[in-house]
């Protein structure tokens, strides 16, 4: 008689562990869905309408730009903004993200290449964002690294 007891409470706590995971595989796949989503929408305003970036990030957002620090989405704005180049094209090779600890945040991590107008080769680069939620349901930038890679 307790063999079938045994099942039972085995089965249950199989049952639970599959609940769990397929939780954890739910939500892991909501996170890449927002972090790709944001890519897309990050890169896609950076080549098209780059002054429309400011408003993803905040005032107390911080972007280091290639060992520079720039606080805040104004001065982050102007920032990209006022880039030495007007027109160029990114094109994605890689995005990974994690849960954030902080808040329900994500971290995003991107490399691709930079197309720059007029010139021949293009630029790799690696970038990570960290996304915070808004209590409006979206999310903003806290953070944002980005490097050009020279190897």
């Not at 045994?6 to 639970?16: F, N």
């Not at 890519?39 to 780059?50: E, G």
């Not at 107390?60 to 030495?84: H, N, V, W, Y």
């Not at 007029?118 to 944002?144: A, C, H, K, W, Y």
């Amino acid at each position: 008689m307790q063999t079938p007891h045994l099942r039972t409470a085995t089965s249950t706590t199989g049952g639970a562990r599959m609940d769990k995971d397929q939780g954890k595989r739910e939500m892991e796949e909501q996170l890449e869905m927002v972090a790709k989503a944001f890519v897309d929408h990050y890169y896609n305003l950076f080549d098209i309408n780059r002054p429309a970036l400011a408003c993803l990030y905040d005032q107390t957002s911080m972007l280091s730009f290639e060992g520079q620090k720039i606080p805040g989405a104004d001065e982050i704005g102007r920032k990209l903004s006022q880039l030495p180049f007007e027109h160029c094209k990114h094109s994605i090779s890689t995005v990974d993200c994690q849960p954030s600890p902080f808040g329900g945040g994500i971290l995003v991590f991107v490399t691709g290449n930079l197309q720059l107008a007029g010139e021949e080769n293009q630029l790799r680069f690696s970038q990570m964002f960290q996304l915070i939620p808004t209590q409006q349901g979206s999310f903003f930038v806290q953070n944002d690294i980005f490097r050009l890679n020279y190897c």
